[in-house]
Structure formats: C-alpha cells, structure tokens
C-alpha cells in the first residue's frame, strides 16, 4: 500500500517500448527532461529524452535573432553608403563629370547619350525604412 504524500505531483509517462502507463515525480521527470540522462519505465525499459528543451529552444531563438539583428543593421548600413555613392555621382554629373572616365563636358546630356547610352544616370530610390514599434 502506498500511502499519499502531501506535495507529490506525478506526471503520467507511456513507456515508447511495451506502452505501459506508469508515474514520474515532476522533478525527475524535470530533471531528465534537462540533462537528457536515461532511466527505466516499470518493465525495465531503458528511456531518456531527446530533443531540446525549453530553455536551449529560448537561447537559439535569441541568438538567431540577434544575429538577425546584426545582419539586417550591416545591410542597412551597406545600403546607406550605396545611397551616398549614388548621390554623390549624382551630383558629380550635374556638374558636368562623367561617372563613367572622370572627364569635365559642357554638354554632359549629349555626351551622356552619345558615348554611354547604356549608363542609367540615376537609380531608382530605394524603398524607404520602416520604423519597427
């Protein structure tokens, strides 16, 4: 006979091997569920868990965000520096400098048109940041 102890909480197991129905003290079942280590259902079978836990699940998540983060600021800081480069052409050929061989026109549009027609004189703007709440 077993006599009930106040505060015990059994938690119900099925053995994966003869699928008998057996309890588990919640702090063993806690602690296997951590340290991955085996024990053995009523039968004998040996058990252990696999998988991840909770918390491994908590800190790959953090990480991986993290290393979102840290990628999506190295593009943004890549795209601004693209964005000064092309406007810094920009005004360099409003001013009368080829981009493409650095050479002073007066007529830069019909240089532009004659000796470069493939060039695109000015991107499209890149789409705008949104701001994250």
């Known amino acids: 006979m077993t006599i009930p102890t106040p505060g015990l909480q059994l938690v119900v197991e099925e053995c994966y091997s003869c699928s008998v129905l057996f309890g588990l003290p919640a702090d063993f079942r806690k602690n296997r569920l951590s ?14 868990y696999v998988g991840k836990t909770d918390a491994e699940k908590l800190k790959e998540s953090e990480r991986l965000r993290a290393s979102a983060e840290e990628e999506a600021r190295i593009m943004a800081a890549r795209l601004a520096e693209a964005a000064r480069e092309a406007e810094r052409l920009r005004r360099r050929t409003a001013a009368g400098v080829c981009p ?3 050479r002073s026109f007066v007529q830069l549009a019909r240089h532009m048109k004659t000796k470069h027609p493939d060039h ?14």
């Open 120 to 133: 695109v004189e000015k991107p499209p703007t890149p789409p705008r940041k949104r701001k994250t709440p």
């Open 35 to 48: 340290d991955k280590r085996d024990w053995y259902c009523p039968n004998g079978h040996e058990q252990h």
């Open 100 to 102: 493409c061989c650095n």
